[in-house]
C-alpha cells in the first residue's frame, strides 16, 4: 500500500543516518525501549475509547474506502492527541536527563551515556511521529471533501510554492554556498535524508492539492530535522573522543538536518500559506495552525535543551 511506502521511505532515511553515524547498536538500549513502549502504550489507552480502538484507528489510515467526516475528525485527533502525548513525555525525559546531569557533575565521563540513555526515549517517540502519527493524521484530513483543492483556482498553488522556493534558496543562499561561507551546507548524506523525508511523507499523504498540505509538510519536516538531529547527537555522546575540536565538529554537522528542513519548509510554508490565505477561514485549518505551532515549540524546546545538555557534556569533559 502508498501509506505502508511512505513509511518505508521516511523509516529508511532515519536508519541510514543511524548507519551513517557508526555503529547502530548505539541506538539500542532496552531501558530506552521499555520506557517507550511504556509511553506508547499509556496513549492509546487514554485515547481509545471501545467503539474505536487503535485498530480501528489505524485501519482508516490505510484503507482505500471513503470514510465519513465524524470518522475521519474521530482518528484524526486520536493521532493529534498521541503526537501531543509523545511530545510531552519526551519534554518530561529531557527533565529527568537535566536532574541527573547535575547529580553527576562530579563524574564527567557518566553525563555522556546519562544523557545518551534519556534521548534515545525522545528519539523513539519522534520517530513514531515523524512515521506514523503526523502522516496518519493529515492523511485523513486531506482525504475531506472540503480540504480538496483538485478542481478549485488554488490548484496549480502547490507547483508554484515549490518553484518559488526553489528560486528563493538559488537567489539568496546559492552566492553564500559558492563563496565557502555556507559550503557545509552541501552535506550530501543530509541532504539525502531530507529528501526522502519529503518524498515519503508525499507518497502517504497520497493527495498533495489538499488545503492542510502546508502545515503537515511543515510538521513533517521540523519534525524529521530534530530526529536526525537527535541522532546525531546520540552519536555524539557516544562518542570515545580525546579532542574538543571534534566534539565541536561533530556538533555542527548534526545541526546541518535542521538547518536544512528550515531551508526548505519556511519559504515553501509561507508562500503557501500566502496563495491559499483565503482558504483557511474553516475551523479546521485554524485549529491545525495552532496545534502545529504548538508542536514546532515544543520540538525546538526539545532541541534546545538537547544542545545545551550537549554543550555542558563538552564543557565539563574539555574544561580546558
Request: proline share 3%.
Amino acid at each position: 500500500m502508498q501509506q505502508v511506502l511512505g513509511i518505508v521511505i521516511i523509516f529508511s532515511a532515519i536508519i541510514s543516518s543511524m548507519f551513517l553515524s557508526g555503529n547502530i547498536a548505539m541506538f539500542i538500549d532496552s531501558q530506552a525501549l521499555l520506557i517507550s513502549s511504556g509511553i506508547f502504550l499509556v496513549g492509546i489507552i487514554l485515547n481509545t475509547t471501545k467503539e474505536t480502538n487503535f485498530a480501528t484507528h489505524l485501519k482508516r489510515v490505510f484503507t482505500s474506502k471513503a470514510l465519513t467526516i465524524p470518522e475521519v475528525e474521530s482518528s484524526a485527533n486520536f493521532y493529534s492527541n498521541m503526537n501531543k502525548f509523545t511530545i510531552t513525555a519526551s519534554v518530561i525525559t529531557l527533565i529527568i536527563a537535566v536532574i541527573a546531569v547535575l547529580h553527576q557533575f562530579e563524574q564527567p565521563k557518566l553525563l555522556g551515556p546519562i544523557i545518551a540513555v534519556t534521548l534515545l526515549v525522545t528519539l523513539y517517540t519522534g520517530i513514531a511521529s515523524t512515521c506514523l502519527f503526523i502522516p496518519a493524521k493529515f492523511k485523513l484530513l486531506a482525504s475531506l471533501s472540503e480540504n480538496n483543492l483538485a478542481d478549485a483556482p488554488e490548484s496549480n498553488a502547490f507547483v508554484k510554492a515549490t518553484l518559488a522556493t526553489i528560486l528563493i534558496n538559488v537567489v539568496l543562499i546559492a552566492p553564500w554556498i559558492l563563496g565557502d561561507s555556507l559550503k557545509f551546507l552541501m552535506d550530501l548524506p543530509s541532504i539525502i535524508m531530507i529528501a526522502m523525508v519529503i518524498l515519503g511523507s508525499v507518497i502517504f499523504v497520497k493527495n498533495i492539492r489538499t488545503k492542510v498540505l502546508t502545515q503537515y509538510l511543515f510538521s513533517s519536516l521540523i519534525t524529521a530535522g530534530i530526529v536526525l538531529y537527535l541522532v546525531g547527537i546520540v552519536a555524539i555522546l557516544s562518542y570515545d573522543v580525546d579532542s574538543f575540536n571534534q566534539f565541536l565538529s561533530a556538533f555542527g554537522v548534526s545541526l546541518i538536518t535542521i538547518v536544512l528542513a528550515i531551508i526548505v519548509v519556511l519559504p515553501f510554508s509561507l508562500l503557501l500559506n500566502y496563495m491559499l490565505q483565503d482558504n483557511e477561514d474553516s475551523k479546521i485549518n485554524s485549529k491545525l495552525f495552532i496545534e502545529n505551532n504548538s508542536f514546532v515549540k515544543s520540538y525546538a524546546a526539545i532541541a534546545a535543551v538537547s544542545s545545551a545538555l550537549t554543550l555542558l557534556v563538552i564543557i565539563v569533559y574539555f574544561p580546558q
